[in-house]
C-alpha cells in the first residue's frame, strides 16, 4: 500500500516544482500505469515513492509518502528496496556486474544475505521469469531485451511488495517489449506484485493496465479505471499530446459522430467487437488509385551481400534501387540487417560482395566524409552527435568538416527552420530530449543532403514531436530529396511513408508501396489494418492503415 | 568488440585454482629478484614453460617474448656502458659519451646484462599465465579475499563492467561523427587529436550521464554506506585445490630458504664466479624447481576431477 | 579528509625515497623492496577511498572515468605514447579530488592491462597514474592557469616514465647510481618525450573544455566530491 498526501518536490536550484501536490493512494495487486508527457513527473514520482527522491536527489519537498508504512523520507532506500523494486529504462544503466548471478546476487549481498539464501533466490527470481538458461552467462552476451530481464531478476530477488518500471521497454525492439511487458502482467497476475509502470506509448501497455493515471507539469490531471479515463478524460489527454492508440482514437471519433458505444476498446479484438456493433453492413469499396512512381533512381545496390568479420552473414544478396524523392520506411525484427543496410549508404560500411552506388559514385571509391556532402545520417540518440559548447557550433559543425564556404548563412536559415534561433548560444546538452533531436536534426540538414537517413528517429518521441518531425520530412522529400527511416515504428511509417521495405535475416522478404506491404505483414501491420481484417465482407477494404482513411470509408 | 587477453580455454592450467596460480606467479616473481646467479634464473625461466605450452597460450607467449626482448637489449646495452667493475676488457671506446665517460666493455658486465635478462624473461613469462588464464573477476575476487576495501573493489569491477558498453558507445559516436564529415586519419597531428576530441567529449558526456543512473540503480537496490555485507561469489577453495595452493607456495619458502642461507648469489664482478654448485646447494636447487613444476601434474589431475 | 593529507605527504616521501635510496649503498633487494613499497601505497589510497567514498555516485563516477580512461589507451596503440589516459586522469583530479584521481588513474592502468597484458609493471603504473591525479587536485589551488596546466602535464610525462622505468631500474642495472638512473631514462626518453608532448598538447587544446565538461557535472548534481558529503536537505517542508 502506497499513500502519498500532499506530496510536493523541487529538484535543488529548479523554480518549477517536478512534483505538485500530489495525493494517491496505491492498493496492494494494482496494475497502475502512469503515463503522460516527458518532463511530465512520471519518473520523479518513482524516484519519490522508493526514496531516490529526497535521499539521492537533493532538494525541497513538502508533504509525505507511506510506503508499506515508512515513511519515504526517513527511510533512505536501501531500507525500502526490500518493498519497492524499481527497474529502470536502459539495461545497460542498471547493471553493475560482469555475470548474471552476480548481477542477481549484488542486492542480496547489500543487505548481507546469507550466500544459501542468496542462491535460492537467484534461481527462483529467474525461474519466475522463465530465464534459468541465462543463468551462468556473461552480461555483455546478452541482448537488450535478455538484460532487461535480468534487471527484472535482480530487483524480485529481493521480494518486493511493489514493482516499478520506468519506461522499461524504450530501448528494446517491440518483440522484445512485448515480452518483458507480459512479464509485469504475470507477476502482476500470479504473484500479486503491485505494479507501477511508466510508458508513454500506451499502445502496448493499456489493457494490462487496472489503473491509469496521467502527469502533467508535476500534477495528476486524470486517474482512474482505465477505460474510465480513456473515455471521460480523452481531450485532455489529447490535448497533453500522448500517444493514444489507434482504436480508442477512432472509438472516439466515432463516439463524437454520433455512434453509441458503452465500452471503450482497449485490444484489436474489442476493436473489431465494437465495430461489429455500430457498423452496418455493406460499404461501397472506394476506388484510389495508386500513384506509379517511378523516379530517378539515386541509390542503387547490386547483389549487395556484408559478412561481419567474426563472420556473420548480415546481409544477403540485397537488389534495391531507390529514386528521388521518395520516403521509404525500412522495417524489420531486430538484427535483421536494417542498420548494416543503410550504413552502406554513406559508406561506414563497405559491400563484402555486390556494389553500392550514391547518386552514381560507387561507395567503394570514396570515403564516408566524401559521401556526407550528399548523405546526411541522423543517429537514434541525439546525445551521440552532441559534442560543442552551444547550438549554433554543433550545427557549423559539419559545414566546417565539409569546407562550406557559405556557413554563416546556411546556418542561420538552418536556425530558423528548426526554431532554434533562441537557443543558438545556448549549451546543447541541456536543452530538453525533443530540443536536442533538433539540434542533432538541424546539424545533419543544414548541409542539405540530397539523401537523408534517420535511425529510429521516433523512438521514445511523443506523439506531438513524432508529428512535427514527419511533417518536416515528407516537406524534405517533397523538394525532390530522398528520405529513409529505419524504424519499428509501424503507425508513423502507415501514415507518413510512401514505400516500405520489409527486411529478414538479412534478405529484403517485402518491397512495394506500404499499403501493399503493411496490410500483408502479420507483425508489422499497424493496428487500425488488424482491425479492418475482420470486415473484408462489409466492404471494408483490407488495406486501410489509418484512423484518418476508415473514418472516411465510415463517415 | 576488444576482448580481455584472457581467454577460457578448458586446459589444465585454467582449471587450477586462481589463488594457485597467483601464488606461483608471484613465487616466480620474487624468487626471480632474489636470486641473482645465472643457473637458477635460467632454470626459473624454464620452469615456466611447461604450463605455458600446457596452457595454450604459446603465440601470445611468444609475441610477449618478441617484445621483452626488446627490453632485454636495452638491460644488455646498459649494463655493459656504465658498468667499470668488471676486469675483463673487452673494448674500450676511443671516444667520450656524455654522462657515460669513455665506455670500456667488460666480459663481466656482458654478462651480468645476460644474467639479468634471464630474470627479465623469467618474470613475464610467468605473467603471462596470470594475464591468459586467470578472469579478471577471479582476480578482484582474489583481491576481496586478501581483504582490501570493498569499494575500491567494486569501482574496479564496475569498470570492466562498463568497457563493452563503453566501446560500443565509442564506436557508434565514431560512425556518427564520421556521417557528420569528420575524418579521423587526416591531417597534422592536431588536426587528428581534434578529431579524436570529437569522439571523447561525446563520450565523456554521455558516459557522465550514465554514471548517474547506475548509482541511482545500486541505491534502489539496497546499496548505501557503512553496512554489512555478504558475497555470494568467492573463490571456491575445495579439496582438490589445497595441494595446488600449497604447491603454490611451497617454492617460495624453498626459496626463500636458500636464499637465506646465501645460495643463488653469484658473483659477477670483478670476475666471473665459477659456475659449479655444491651438493647441497644442487640438491636444494633440484628439489626447488621440481616443486615449481610439481603445479603442472596438479593441474591435469584438478582437470579429470572437473571432468568427472 | 584531514587525516588523508598527512597519509598523501607520508605516501609521496616514502615513495620518492624509494626511488633515490638505492644509491645510499644499504643492502637491500631494492626491485623487491620498492615494488612492494608501491603496493603499500596503491592500498593505503584503496582504504582513503573506502573511507572518503560515502556514496554509490562516487565509486560509480570514479570507475566510468577510469574505464573512459582505460578504453581511450587501448585504440590510440597505433600512435605510440600519445594517449589521452595522462589528460584524462589529471582533469579528473583537478575537478574531482586527490582521492578521485588516483583512483581513476589507478583504474586506468589496473583494467587497460586486462587488455594489454598484466606485468610486474602494473603497479607502477597504478602509482604513477594515480600520482597524476592526486597532483592535478593540488595543482588547481595554484591556480596556474592553461599554460600551468600544459606545463603539468609535460612534467607527468617525463614522471610517469621515471616512476615506471624504476623497477627495471631497481631490478637489471648494477650499479644503482644516478648516473645510471639518468642513462636508464634516456632509453625511454623518445617515449616520455612523445607522452609528455601529447599531454601538452591534449591539456592545451582541450584542457579546458574537459574540465569545464566535469565541473559542469560535479555542480549539476552539487557534490563536493570526496571532499563533504551532503545529507539529504530539506529546505521547506510547509504543511498544508
Same mark, same amino acid.
Given at each position: 500500500?502506497?499513500?502519498?498526501?500532499?506530496?510536493?518536490?523541487?529538484?535543488?536550484?529548479?523554480?518549477?516544482?517536478?512534483?505538485?501536490?500530489?495525493?494517491?493512494?496505491?492498493?496492494?495487486?494494482?496494475?497502475?500505469?502512469?503515463?503522460?508527457?516527458?518532463?511530465?513527473?512520471?519518473?520523479?514520482?518513482?524516484?519519490?515513492?522508493?526514496?531516490?527522491?529526497?535521499?539521492?536527489?537533493?532538494?525541497?519537498?513538502?508533504?509525505?509518502?507511506?510506503?508499506?508504512?515508512?515513511?519515504?523520507?526517513?527511510?533512505?532506500?536501501?531500507?525500502?528496496?526490500?518493498?519497492?523494486?524499481?527497474?529502470? !529504462?536502459?539495461?545497460?544503466?542498471?547493471?553493475?556486474?560482469?555475470?548474471?548471478?552476480?548481477?542477481?546476487?549484488?542486492?542480496?549481498?547489500?543487505?548481507?544475505?546469507?550466500?544459501?539464501?542468496?542462491?535460492?533466490?537467484?534461481?527462483?527470481?529467474?525461474?519466475?521469469?522463465?530465464?534459468?538458461?541465462?543463468?551462468? +552467462?556473461?552480461?555483455?552476451?546478452?541482448?537488450?531485451?535478455?538484460?532487461?530481464?535480468?534487471?527484472?531478476?535482480?530487483?524480485?530477488?529481493?521480494?518486493?511488495?511493489?514493482?516499478?518500471?520506468?519506461?522499461?521497454?524504450?530501448?528494446?525492439?517491440?518483440?522484445?517489449?512485448?515480452?518483458?511487458?507480459?512479464?509485469?502482467?504475470?507477476?502482476?497476475?500470479?504473484?500479486?506484485?503491485?505494479?507501477?509502470?511508466?510508458?508513454? +506509448?500506451?499502445?502496448?501497455?493499456?489493457?494490462?493496465?487496472?489503473?491509469?493515471?496521467?502527469?502533467?507539469?508535476?500534477?495528476?490531471?486524470?486517474?482512474?479505471?482505465?477505460?474510465?479515463?480513456?473515455?471521460?478524460?480523452?481531450?485532455?489527454?489529447?490535448?497533453?499530446?500522448?500517444?493514444?492508440?489507434?482504436?480508442?482514437?477512432?472509438?472516439?471519433?466515432?463516439?463524437?459522430?454520433?455512434?453509441?458505444?458503452?465500452?471503450?476498446?482497449?485490444?484489436?479484438?474489442?476493436?473489431?467487437?465494437?465495430?461489429?456493433?455500430?457498423?452496418?453492413?455493406?460499404?461501397?469499396?472506394?476506388?484510389?488509385?495508386?500513384?506509379? !512512381?517511378?523516379?530517378?533512381?539515386?541509390?542503387?545496390?547490386?547483389?549487395?551481400?556484408?559478412?561481419?568479420?567474426?563472420?556473420?552473414?548480415?546481409? !544477403?544478396?540485397?537488389?534495391?534501387?531507390?529514386?528521388?524523392?521518395?520516403?521509404?520506411?525500412?522495417?524489420?525484427?531486430?538484427?535483421?540487417?536494417?542498420?548494416?543496410?543503410?550504413?552502406?549508404?554513406?559508406?561506414?560500411?563497405?559491400?563484402?560482395?555486390?556494389?553500392?552506388?550514391?547518386?552514381?559514385?560507387?561507395?567503394?571509391?570514396?570515403?564516408?566524409?566524401?559521401?556526407?556532402?550528399?548523405?546526411?545520417?541522423?543517429?537514434?540518440?541525439?546525445?551521440?552527435?552532441?559534442?560543442?559548447?552551444?547550438?549554433?557550433?554543433?550545427?557549423?559543425?559539419?559545414?566546417?568538416?565539409?569546407?562550406?564556404?557559405?556557413?554563416?548563412?546556411?546556418?542561420?536559415?538552418?536556425?530558423?527552420?528548426?526554431?532554434?534561433?533562441?537557443?543558438?548560444?545556448?549549451?546543447?546538452?541541456?536543452?530538453?530530449?525533443?530540443?536536442?533531436?533538433?539540434?542533432?536534426?538541424?546539424?545533419?540538414?543544414?548541409? !542539405?543532403?540530397?539523401?537523408?537517413?534517420?535511425?529510429?528517429?521516433?523512438?521514445?518521441?511523443?506523439?506531438?514531436?513524432?508529428?512535427?518531425?514527419?511533417?518536416?520530412?515528407?516537406?524534405?522529400?517533397?523538394?525532390?530529396?530522398?528520405?529513409?527511416?529505419?524504424?519499428?515504428?509501424?503507425?508513423?511509417?502507415?501514415?507518413?511513408?510512401?514505400?516500405?521495405?520489409?527486411?529478414?535475416?538479412?534478405?529484403?522478404?517485402?518491397?512495394?508501396?506500404?499499403?501493399?506491404?503493411?496490410?500483408?505483414?502479420?507483425?508489422?501491420?499497424?493496428?487500425?489494418?488488424?482491425?479492418?481484417?475482420?470486415?473484408?465482407?462489409?466492404g471494408i477494404p483490407d488495406d486501410i492503415l489509418t484512423v484518418a482513411e476508415l473514418l472516411e470509408i465510415i463517415k | 568488440m576488444i576482448n580481455f587477453? @584472457?581467454?577460457?580455454?578448458?586446459?589444465?592450467?585454467?582449471?587450477?585454482?586462481?589463488?594457485?596460480?597467483?601464488? &606461483?606467479?608471484?613465487?616466480?616473481?620474487?624468487?626471480?629478484?632474489?636470486?641473482?646467479?645465472?643457473? @637458477?634464473?635460467?632454470?626459473?625461466?624454464?620452469?615456466?614453460?611447461?604450463?605455458?605450452?600446457?596452457?595454450?597460450?604459446?603465440?601470445?607467449?611468444?609475441?610477449?617474448?618478441?617484445?621483452?626482448? @626488446?627490453?632485454?637489449?636495452?638491460?644488455?646495452?646498459?649494463?655493459?656502458?656504465?658498468?667499470?667493475?668488471?676486469?675483463h676488457l673487452l673494448w674500450q671506446a676511443p671516444f667520450q659519451l656524455p654522462l657515460v665517460g669513455t665506455p670500456a666493455i667488460t666480459l663481466e658486465?656482458?654478462?651480468?646484462?645476460?644474467?639479468?635478462?634471464?630474470?627479465?624473461?623469467?618474470?613475464?613469462?610467468?605473467?603471462?599465465?596470470?594475464?591468459?588464464?586467470?578472469?579478471?573477476?577471479?582476480?578482484?575476487?582474489?583481491?576481496?579475499?586478501?581483504?582490501?576495501?570493498?569499494?575500491?573493489?567494486?569501482?574496479?569491477?564496475?569498470?570492466?563492467?562498463?568497457?563493452?558498453?563503453?566501446?560500443?558507445?565509442?564506436?557508434?559516436?565514431?560512425?556518427?561523427?564520421?556521417?557528420?564529415?569528420?575524418?579521423?586519419?587526416?591531417?597534422?597531428?592536431?588536426?587528428?587529436?581534434?578529431?579524436?576530441?570529437?569522439?571523447?567529449?561525446?563520450?565523456?558526456?554521455?558516459?557522465?550521464?550514465?554514471?548517474?543512473?547506475?548509482?541511482?540503480?545500486?541505491?534502489?537496490?539496497?546499496?548505501?554506506?557503512?553496512?554489512?555485507?555478504?558475497?555470494?561469489?568467492?573463490?571456491?577453495?575445495?579439496?582438490?585445490?589445497?595441494?595446488?595452493?600449497?604447491?603454490?607456495?611451497?617454492?617460495?619458502?624453498?626459496?626463500?630458504?636458500?636464499? &637465506?642461507?646465501?645460495?643463488?648469489?653469484?658473483?659477477? @664482478?670483478?670476475?666471473?664466479?665459477?659456475?659449479?654448485?655444491?651438493?647441497?646447494?644442487?640438491?636444494?636447487?633440484?628439489?626447488?624447481?621440481?616443486?615449481?613444476?610439481?603445479?603442472?601434474?596438479?593441474?591435469?589431475?584438478?582437470?579429470?576431477?572437473?571432468?568427472? | 579528509?584531514?587525516?588523508?593529507?598527512?597519509?598523501?605527504?607520508?605516501?609521496?616521501?616514502?615513495?620518492?625515497?624509494?626511488?633515490?635510496?638505492?644509491?645510499?649503498?644499504?643492502?637491500?633487494?631494492?626491485?623487491?623492496?620498492?615494488?612492494?613499497?608501491?603496493?603499500?601505497?596503491?592500498?593505503?589510497?584503496?582504504?582513503?577511498?573506502?573511507?572518503?567514498?560515502?556514496?554509490?555516485?562516487?565509486?560509480?563516477?570514479?570507475?566510468?572515468?577510469?574505464?573512459?580512461?582505460?578504453?581511450?589507451?587501448?585504440?590510440?596503440?597505433?600512435?605510440?605514447?600519445?594517449?589521452?589516459?595522462?589528460?584524462?586522469?589529471?582533469?579528473?583530479?583537478?575537478?574531482? %579530488?586527490?582521492?578521485?584521481?588516483?583512483?581513476?588513474?589507478?583504474?586506468?592502468?589496473?583494467?587497460?592491462?586486462?587488455?594489454?597484458?598484466?606485468?610486474?609493471?602494473?603497479?607502477?603504473?597504478?602509482?604513477?597514474?594515480?600520482?597524476?591525479?592526486?597532483?592535478?587536485?593540488?595543482?588547481?589551488?595554484?591556480?596556474? %592557469?592553461?599554460?600551468?596546466?600544459?606545463?603539468? %602535464?609535460?612534467?607527468?610525462?617525463?614522471?610517469?616514465?621515471?616512476?615506471?622505468?624504476?623497477?627495471?631500474?631497481?631490478?637489471?642495472?648494477?650499479?644503482?647510481?644516478?648516473?645510471?638512473?639518468?642513462?636508464?631514462?634516456?632509453?625511454?626518453?623518445?617515449?616520455?618525450?612523445?607522452?609528455?608532448?601529447?599531454?601538452?598538447?591534449?591539456?592545451?587544446?582541450?584542457?579546458?573544455?574537459?574540465i569545464a565538461i566535469l565541473e559542469r557535472f560535479r555542480q549539476r548534481f552539487n557534490w563536493g566530491l570526496l571532499d563533504t558529503t551532503h545529507p539529504?536537505?530539506?529546505?521547506?517542508?510547509?504543511?498544508?
Amino acid at each position: 500500500m502506497i499513500k502519498i498526501e500532499d506530496f510536493t518536490f523541487y529538484y535543488s536550484g529548479a523554480s518549477k516544482p517536478a512534483l505538485e501536490e500530489i495525493n494517491l493512494e496505491i492498493g496492494d495487486g494494482e496494475f497502475v500505469l502512469v503515463t503522460g508527457p516527458s518532463g511530465g513527473g512520471k519518473s520523479s514520482l518513482c524516484r519519490a515513492v522508493n526514496g531516490l527522491i529526497p535521499h539521492f536527489y537533493g532538494g525541497k519537498v513538502a508533504g509525505q509518502i507511506e510506503v508499506e508504512g515508512r515513511d519515504t523520507l526517513k527511510h533512505p532506500p536501501k531500507e525500502l528496496a526490500t518493498r519497492v523494486g524499481m527497474v529502470f !529504462q536502459d539495461p545497460e544503466n542498471q547493471l553493475v556486474a560482469t555475470d548474471v548471478e552476480r548481477e542477481i546476487a549484488f542486492g542480496l549481498e547489500n543487505l548481507a544475505f546469507p550466500r544459501e539464501l542468496i542462491a535460492r533466490r537467484i534461481e527462483e527470481a529467474l525461474d519466475t521469469l522463465g530465464i534459468a538458461g541465462l543463468r551462468h +552467462r556473461q552480461l555483455y552476451e546478452l541482448s537488450g531485451g535478455e538484460k532487461q530481464k535480468i534487471a527484472i531478476a535482480s530487483v524480485l530477488a529481493l521480494h518486493p511488495q511493489v514493482l516499478m518500471l520506468d519506461e522499461p521497454t524504450s530501448e528494446l525492439d517491440p518483440h522484445s517489449a512485448e515480452e518483458v511487458l507480459a512479464i509485469t502482467k504475470r507477476l502482476n497476475d500470479e504473484l500479486g506484485i503491485t505494479i507501477i509502470l511508466i510508458e508513454h +506509448r500506451l499502445d502496448r501497455v493499456i489493457q494490462h493496465a487496472d489503473r491509469l493515471i496521467v502527469l502533467d507539469g508535476g500534477r495528476v490531471v486524470a486517474d482512474g479505471k482505465t477505460r474510465e479515463v480513456l473515455s471521460s478524460n480523452y481531450p485532455d489527454i489529447e490535448a497533453i499530446g500522448l500517444g493514444i492508440p489507434p482504436v480508442i482514437r477512432l472509438t472516439h471519433e466515432l463516439k463524437s459522430r454520433g455512434f453509441n458505444i458503452n465500452k471503450m476498446p482497449l485490444t484489436v479484438e474489442e476493436g473489431q467487437i465494437m465495430l461489429i456493433q455500430v457498423l452496418p453492413k455493406a460499404y461501397a469499396r472506394l476506388p484510389r488509385p495508386e500513384a506509379e !512512381q517511378n523516379n530517378k533512381p539515386v541509390i542503387e545496390m547490386e547483389k549487395l551481400w556484408h559478412i561481419y568479420p567474426e563472420g556473420n552473414t548480415a546481409l !544477403q544478396d540485397i537488389s534495391l534501387k531507390i529514386g528521388e524523392g521518395e520516403l521509404v520506411a525500412i522495417i524489420g525484427r531486430n538484427a535483421s540487417g536494417k542498420t548494416t543496410l543503410v550504413k552502406h549508404l554513406n559508406g561506414l560500411l563497405k559491400p563484402t560482395r555486390g556494389t553500392v552506388a550514391v547518386g552514381g559514385i560507387d561507395t567503394e571509391e570514396t570515403t564516408t566524409a566524401e559521401l556526407a556532402r550528399r548523405v546526411g545520417f541522423v543517429f537514434q540518440n541525439p546525445n551521440d552527435h552532441l559534442l560543442a559548447d552551444t547550438v549554433a557550433e554543433e550545427i557549423a559543425f559539419s559545414l566546417k568538416n565539409l569546407g562550406f564556404k557559405n556557413t554563416s548563412s546556411r546556418l542561420s536559415r538552418t536556425l530558423d527552420m528548426f526554431k532554434l534561433a533562441e537557443y543558438q548560444s545556448q549549451y546543447p546538452r541541456s536543452l530538453s530530449g525533443g530540443q536536442k533531436q533538433r539540434v542533432a536534426l538541424a546539424s545533419v540538414v543544414a548541409i !542539405q543532403p540530397r539523401i537523408l537517413i534517420l535511425d529510429e528517429p521516433t523512438r521514445g518521441m511523443e506523439y506531438r514531436l513524432k508529428h512535427e518531425l514527419m511533417d518536416f520530412l515528407r516537406e524534405y522529400a517533397g523538394q525532390g530529396n530522398t528520405v529513409i527511416l529505419v524504424t519499428h515504428d509501424v503507425e508513423t511509417v502507415a501514415e507518413y511513408a510512401d514505400r516500405v521495405v520489409l527486411l529478414s535475416d538479412g534478405e529484403i522478404m517485402a518491397d512495394g508501396s506500404k499499403r501493399q506491404i503493411l496490410s500483408q505483414a502479420q507483425l508489422f501491420s499497424p493496428q487500425i489494418n488488424r482491425l479492418v481484417q475482420a470486415f473484408t465482407e462489409y466492404g471494408i477494404p483490407d488495406d486501410i492503415l489509418t484512423v484518418a482513411e476508415l473514418l472516411e470509408i465510415i463517415k | 568488440m576488444i576482448n580481455f587477453r @584472457y581467454r577460457l580455454k578448458g586446459t589444465p592450467v585454467h582449471a587450477l585454482n586462481p589463488f594457485a596460480k597467483l601464488a &606461483w606467479v608471484a613465487s616466480i616473481f620474487v624468487l626471480s629478484l632474489l636470486f641473482n646467479h645465472p643457473v @637458477y634464473l635460467l632454470l626459473l625461466f624454464l620452469s615456466t614453460l611447461p604450463l605455458v605450452i600446457t596452457a595454450q597460450i604459446w603465440r601470445q607467449w611468444v609475441s610477449l617474448m618478441k617484445f621483452t626482448l @626488446y627490453l632485454c637489449l636495452a638491460i644488455i646495452i646498459i649494463n655493459a656502458l656504465v658498468s667499470s667493475h668488471g676486469t675483463h676488457l673487452l673494448w674500450q671506446a676511443p671516444f667520450q659519451l656524455p654522462l657515460v665517460g669513455t665506455p670500456a666493455i667488460t666480459l663481466e658486465a656482458i654478462f651480468f646484462g645476460a644474467g639479468m635478462c634471464l630474470r627479465l624473461l623469467a618474470i613475464i613469462s610467468a605473467f603471462a599465465l596470470l594475464t591468459f588464464t586467470v578472469h579478471p573477476d577471479d582476480i578482484m575476487l582474489a583481491m576481496l579475499k586478501m581483504k582490501l576495501p570493498y569499494k575500491s573493489v567494486l569501482a574496479i569491477s564496475l569498470s570492466t563492467r562498463f568497457i563493452p558498453t563503453l566501446i560500443e558507445d565509442a564506436a557508434r559516436i565514431s560512425d556518427v561523427q564520421r556521417s557528420r564529415g569528420l575524418e579521423l586519419d587526416r591531417g597534422r597531428l592536431t588536426q587528428r587529436l581534434k578529431s579524436r576530441m570529437a569522439i571523447i567529449i561525446p563520450l565523456l558526456s554521455n558516459s557522465l550521464d550514465r554514471t548517474v543512473q547506475v548509482a541511482e540503480a545500486m541505491e534502489a537496490r539496497a546499496f548505501g554506506s557503512g553496512q554489512k555485507r555478504s558475497f555470494y561469489k568467492e573463490i571456491a577453495l575445495k579439496k582438490p585445490d589445497i595441494p595446488a595452493l600449497i604447491m603454490g607456495l611451497i617454492p617460495l619458502l624453498l626459496g626463500i630458504f636458500i636464499w &637465506w642461507r646465501g645460495m643463488g648469489d653469484y658473483q659477477y @664482478y670483478p670476475a666471473l664466479a665459477r659456475l659449479g654448485f655444491t651438493g647441497l646447494e644442487g640438491t636444494l636447487l633440484a628439489l626447488l624447481i621440481l616443486s615449481l613444476c610439481l603445479m603442472l601434474p596438479l593441474g591435469l589431475a584438478r582437470k579429470r576431477i572437473e571432468v568427472d | 579528509m584531514r587525516k588523508s593529507y598527512f597519509l598523501l605527504m607520508l605516501i609521496i616521501v616514502v615513495g620518492t625515497a624509494a626511488l633515490f635510496a638505492p644509491q645510499l649503498n644499504f643492502s637491500l633487494n631494492w626491485g623487491l623492496t620498492a615494488t612492494l613499497l608501491v603496493i603499500l601505497a596503491i592500498v593505503a589510497f584503496f582504504f582513503e577511498f573506502e573511507a572518503a567514498a560515502i556514496s554509490s555516485k562516487e565509486i560509480a563516477l570514479v570507475a566510468m572515468l577510469g574505464t573512459i580512461s582505460a578504453v581511450a589507451r587501448v585504440p590510440f596503440a597505433a600512435i605510440p605514447n600519445l594517449q589521452p589516459c595522462t589528460y584524462l586522469i589529471i582533469c579528473a583530479g583537478y575537478v574531482f %579530488g586527490p582521492v578521485a584521481g588516483f583512483m581513476v588513474g589507478a583504474i586506468t592502468a589496473l583494467v587497460s592491462n586486462f587488455f594489454l597484458g598484466q606485468g610486474p609493471w602494473t603497479p607502477y603504473q597504478m602509482f604513477a597514474w594515480g600520482l597524476a591525479g592526486v597532483s592535478a587536485a593540488y595543482i588547481r589551488q595554484l591556480n596556474l %592557469g592553461r599554460a600551468g596546466l600544459i606545463i603539468f %602535464g609535460a612534467l607527468w610525462g617525463y614522471l610517469y616514465g621515471w616512476i615506471v622505468n624504476t623497477w627495471f631500474w631497481l631490478s637489471f642495472i648494477y650499479p644503482l647510481t644516478l648516473k645510471t638512473f639518468l642513462l636508464y631514462q634516456l632509453n625511454s626518453l623518445w617515449f616520455d618525450t612523445l607522452h609528455a608532448t601529447g599531454n601538452a598538447l591534449f591539456l592545451g587544446l582541450f584542457g579546458v573544455k574537459t574540465i569545464a565538461i566535469l565541473e559542469r557535472f560535479r555542480q549539476r548534481f552539487n557534490w563536493g566530491l570526496l571532499d563533504t558529503t551532503h545529507p539529504p536537505r530539506w529546505e521547506t517542508r510547509q504543511q498544508s
